[in-house]
């Protein structure tokens, strides 16, 4: 099994474990955090149970499921959650998530957490293209994204069914090439 360790300046990246499900609830629970995700607020044993599917994605070979904690670089919190899906059918492709906890908030940190799983996936990896779709609503995500390097491709009407209705989706992308060309 590959278990990931990946620092930058300010946040790192590994794999989560039963000792951060507290500290994923208070990100995955909170209504301000999932406000833009195609779910309701979870609840402290719906995280566990996402932890506990997490670490069994871990153990997979190959890989394709990547559930990461971010951690504050300097006193190693739990300040958000990340993920990277290595899609089967093109194995060259993967799909990044991210949701960081509110106090974390217009520091940029959300757009060091994109670089940062744009570094593991084209350096890691071995990726040649990783995309994220974000709400329309989402701005963060969308200044988060952009200014790590990755550009919009357009939008995917009705893309997800979320507790209030069908969303469209806004994607962005990332080349290996171009990423280091920046």
């Not at 890989?63 to 993920?83: C, E, F, N, P, S």
């Not at 990726?127 to 709400?135: C, E, N, P, Y």
Request: glycine share 8%.
């Amino acid at each position: 099994m590959r278990r990931v360790v990946c620092d930058g300046q300010r946040l790192g990246l590994r794999d989560v474990t039963e000792a951060d499900v507290a500290a994923l609830h208070s990100i995955y629970g909170d209504p301000t955090v999932t406000q833009h995700m195609p779910f309701t607020p979870r609840s402290l044993r719906e995280v566990a149970e996402l932890v506990g599917q997490a670490m069994e994605a871990a153990a997979a070979e190959p890989r394709h499921l990547y559930v990461l904690a971010v951690v504050d670089a300097d006193r190693r919190h739990v300040i958000g959650v990340a993920r990277l899906h290595v899609e089967a059918e093109h194995p060259h492709s993967a799909e990044i998530g991210f949701g960081l906890h509110p106090d974390q908030w217009g520091r940029g940190i959300g757009t060091d957490l994109v670089r940062l799983l744009l570094s593991f996936g084209f350096k890691q990896l071995g990726l040649h293209r990783i995309w994220g779709a974000r709400s329309p609503a989402n701005l963060p995500a969308q200044l988060a994204m952009l200014t790590a390097g990755m550009v919009e491709e357009g939008r995917i009407r009705h893309h997800v069914h979320t507790p209030h209705g069908w969303r469209d989706s806004i994607v962005h992308s990332a080349l290996q090439d171009e990423w280091i060309e920046r």
